[in-house]
């Protein structure tokens, strides 16, 4: 049994993939929590790690194909001229082992984006080398700060890439 890559269709992986094991069909849709802003503040949000893909384990490609491009969710079946495009097991079973793992989880989470409260650095531009505290955030890739400039608290607004973590 090989592993295939299935092309779905905008933002339905989770359709496809129900729709597929109902079809008793193996298939795997790796998933990694980051941390998104909704309402302002930052919340843990699980998606999917490749998204518009998942994979599926099948014996008989040629018995399934049909059914599988026909599947609600699924847009095709990625093929490389006439040939499916195949994953081997021990990708698969990293990917497994990668999701599960509770530090890459935390790293993830880490990495993601600054919080508010947290001392940054600006990074560049005319504040650059500057410290200030985030006081809000604003949208998925901007943070407003608060920073000393003249002896007087400045708000300002920054790109999350113009700033780094203290």
């Not at 990625?78 to 990668?98: H, N, R, S």
């Amino acid at each position: 049994m090989k592993w295939y890559v299935i092309r779905t269709k905008p933002r339905q992986e989770q359709r496809a993939l129900v729709n597929l094991q109902n079809q008793d069909i193996a298939t795997y849709l790796p998933q990694i929590t980051v941390g998104k802003v909704r309402r302002g503040k930052r919340v843990p949000v699980t998606e999917a790690l490749f998204p518009g893909y998942i994979f599926a384990q099948l014996d008989d490609f040629a018995g399934r194909f049909h059914k599988i491009r026909s599947t609600f969710g699924v847009q095709k079946l990625l093929m490389f001229g006439d040939k499916p495009a195949t994953i081997p097991d021990a990708l698969i079973d990293e990917l497994k082992t990668l999701e599960h793992d509770p530090i890459t989880q935390a790293t993830a989470e880490h990495q993601s984006s600054p919080q508010v409260g947290d001392q940054v650095e600006i990074a560049s531009g005319p504040f650059a080398g500057f410290i200030a505290k985030i006081i809000d955030l604003d949208g998925d890739s901007r943070c407003i700060v608060l920073l000393d400039w003249l002896q007087k608290d400045v708000q300002a607004s920054f790109s999350y890439t113009e700033v780094k973590k203290v």
